[in-house]
């Protein structure tokens, strides 16, 4: 995995902004799998700056996001349907019909799961994925577990990622319980993972990715296995490699 430590949060999002302008400039039809969460913030905000000053043209791209709460209306402001548009797709020329996100309203899951795969497959998987991870490793919501899995899938979320989640809804029991989530072989189906990290409360998790051992423990060490990982942090989280 390559590394590329920063000086603080807005550099780091200024890199990885840079790093998804150069991919939709190279190729304007290009597959974005897009995440949610605090990290990616600051590089959508520069994405909105790069693309109102003509640098970068979205029409031409096609999003997947990596998961989605469930149950979750889209008009609940937690919904990561809400998050991206406020944050980044409202303020581009993406299109809508290109917008993909795992459906918190949708009555099947399991028919959701499967659809979505089908559909991101049939595209060749994301010419690049964005990341963040979690305190506890998750990429996604890929929890933490003994086996992890490879299709987009319903699943549980852990008492820890719903008290950390907890901070972006007015109580604890507002956090939904399950999540959509693309799978490990979604994830690694990206030609390119960018994976973006903050902040000294990630300096553990970081020290374990780069520790050389990969464990379902840990979801997001199995991107070492991965041909085309650039992680981009910050000095912070980097502290204690
Ligand atoms: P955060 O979440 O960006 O809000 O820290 C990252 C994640 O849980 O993947």
């Given amino acids: ?52 000053s003509g640098y970068v043209d979205f029409s031409g791209v096609t999003a997947f996001n990596l998961d989605e709460y469930y149950p979750i209306k889209h008009d609940n402001d937690q919904s990561y349907y809400y998050f991206m548009r406020d944050n980044l797709f409202s303020h581009i020329n993406i299109k809508e019909e290109n917008l993909n996100i795992p459906n918190g309203e949708c009555s099947d ?11 991101m497959a049939a595209m060749g998987g994301t010419d690049l994925q964005i990341l963040g991870i979690g305190n506890n490793g998750h990429i996604g919501f890929n929890e933490p577990a003994d086996s992890l899995s490879l299709a987009t899938y319903l699943v549980d979320l852990t008492e820890d990622t719903i008290e950390v989640n907890a901070r972006f809804f007015e109580k604890i029991e507002d956090v939904p319980r399950q999540a959509l989530t693309m799978g490990m072989g979604g994830v690694f189906s990206s030609k390119h993972i960018l994976l973006l990290i903050n902040g000294s409360k990630k300096a553990p998790i970081v020290k374990e990715l780069f520790s050389g051992s990969i464990t379902p423990q840990v979801p997001a060490s199995l991107l070492n296995l991965h041909p085309n990982v650039t992680v981009i942090m910050d000095e912070e989280a980097a502290s204690l490699l």
């Avoid at 590329?4 to 974005?32: D, F, G, L, N, W």
């Avoid at 899951?109 to 559909?119: I, L, S």
């Fill in 109 to 119: 899951p399991a028919k959701e799961c499967t659809e979505y795969d089908r559909k």
């Fill in 1 to 52: 995995m390559r590394k590329i430590i920063c000086k603080t949060y807005e550099e780091m999002s200024a890199t990885a902004a840079y790093i998804v302008a150069e991919q939709v400039r190279t190729k304007p039809q290009s597959i974005i799998g897009f995440a949610t969460g605090s990290t990616p913030v600051g590089t959508y905000k520069q994405l909105r700056s790069l693309y109102e």
